[in-house]
């Protein structure tokens, strides 16, 4: 089906484990972005991605890493995972022109635990 | 640096009355603004946005919003609320010299049969 996806949609993981969130897109959108969804804080914005190899840091990118070697994944790994990273974690693209320039669609989220 | 303000952690409103969801920004250069909405357990969905051109842009189920440069701001709005309108809505804003875009704290809308 066509659309954003992710995987899994709820992990619980122990301290100190390597963690690695997938997300998937069939529109072949350029721009792909990492979120985190905390209580008071809304969404804040872990990593970015132009395009196939360019990626940059949001908001909050300590603990993270980002990969894109194909235009359609972009997966987020939590090196050492910690307790503050409990979370839920949205992925999302967007194209830059055309009629739906701009605006970003979003997949269903991943709730990810560490305990 | 690009910031929002949603200075209400939720609004309250009858069905049938007028809603207004609030929301400032602040950005260098021209400002690209959007709404998304949140349902339970759902990821956010595009409500609508202003680019350029009118001030008074019009979105999914019957939502509106304003643009005013003046006062920096970009209020949603919709004329009579429905239950179904309840859910938690952001407000976010993107500057022209790039394509991060920074995303409010939320305001969640309750509608009261």
């Known amino acids: 089906d066509a659309g954003i996806t992710q995987s899994p949609r709820y992990k619980i993981t122990e301290t100190g484990r390597q963690v690695t969130l997938m997300c998937h897109q069939t529109w072949s959108h350029s721009y792909m972005f990492w979120y985190r969804q905390d209580l008071g804080h809304g969404l804040r914005l872990i990593y970015y991605?132009?395009?196939?190899?360019?990626?940059d840091k949001g908001e909050v990118p300590d603990g993270y890493v980002v990969s894109r070697s194909k235009t359609e994944n972009f997966p987020l790994t939590l090196e050492s995972a910690t307790r503050s990273q409990t979370s839920v974690y949205f992925c999302?693209?967007?194209?830059?022109?055309?009629?739906?320039?701009?605006?970003?669609?979003f997949g269903p989220g991943t709730r990810l635990t560490v305990t | 640096a690009q910031s929002v303000a949603q200075p209400e952690d939720q609004v309250n409103v009858a069905e049938g009355n007028p809603l207004t969801v609030k929301c400032t920004y602040s950005v260098s250069g021209n400002p690209y603004l959007f709404w998304y909405v949140q349902y339970p357990n759902r990821g956010l969905q595009f409500l609508l946005k202003?680019?350029?051109?009118?001030?008074l842009v019009k979105g999914s189920y019957g939502f509106e919003a304003e643009f005013n440069k003046s006062q920096t701001s970009f209020h949603l709005k919709k004329p009579s609320a429905l239950v179904s309108d309840s859910a938690l809505y952001f407000c976010?804003?993107?500057?022209?010299?790039?394509?991060?875009?920074?995303f409010g704290a939320g305001t969640r809308l309750f509608v009261k049969a």
């Open positions: 991605s132009a395009a196939a190899d360019i990626t």
């Open positions: 976010a804003v993107r500057g022209t010299g790039g394509f991060k875009t920074i």
């Open positions: 999302a693209s967007s194209e830059p022109g055309g009629r739906v320039s701009y605006e970003q669609y």
């Open positions: 202003y680019i350029t051109g009118d001030n």
